[in-house]
């Protein structure tokens, strides 16, 4: 199954439906995940066709919603995925939610997907691959350009993160991953 992941549009709604689009027509995900920062941005997600999964970031109004779930856990092709705007808990974080740092010790997960940095990154910690497609911005004062992930989850995990303006790719396959 292959995955599209955004993070941090901002309210840069060009990007993201350039990304959409991109990650539909040229990546042939099945579901776009966006990893908040903004959680109305994601209206212009719907109806392509795709699955989309959603949560929003840690200063948005909605995530101090209790009908909105700030982390999600989420199966594909046998692999648990956490779907989080932060990597670790949050000072904003509602007393239920999920514990990203309680998972991964307890190997309750075998990823970490996340935003909030802007930097894109992939990394084995412990016993998970932690995920951050970076931002949407067009400028960014960290310096990093727009970039977004896919992700494709067979028996081993690949891992591409594409710069949305150029096309370059940052790419990594685990195999060593376990499947829960």
């Not at 990394?123 to 970076?134: F, V, W």
Request: proline share 4%; aromatic share 6%; with cysteine.
């Amino acid at each position: 199954m292959r995955v599209g992941i955004v993070s941090d549009s901002h309210g840069e709604i060009e990007n993201l439906r350039k990304a959409a689009r991109w990650l539909i027509d040229n990546q042939n995900v099945e579901v776009i995940i966006h990893l908040g920062d903004n959680y109305d941005d994601t209206s212009v997600l719907e109806n392509l066709g795709v699955r989309i999964v959603k949560v929003p970031g840690v200063f948005s109004g909605y995530y101090q919603d209790t009908d909105i779930p700030n982390r999600v856990v989420e199966t594909f092709n046998g692999r648990k995925v956490l779907i989080t705007h932060t990597e670790c808990c949050h000072e904003n974080d509602l007393p239920d939610d999920i514990k990203p740092e309680e998972l991964v010790s307890k190997k309750a997960v075998d990823v970490v997907l996340y935003g909030h940095t802007h930097i894109p990154r992939i990394e084995q910690r412990q016993s998970a691959l932690y995920i951050n497609p970076g931002h949407l911005k067009t400028e960014d004062k960290k310096g990093y350009p727009p970039t977004i992930a896919v992700v494709d989850f067979k028996d081993q995990i690949s891992v591409n993160i594409f710069n949305l303006m150029s096309k370059s790719i940052q790419s990594k396959t685990f195999n060593d991953l376990r499947k829960t």
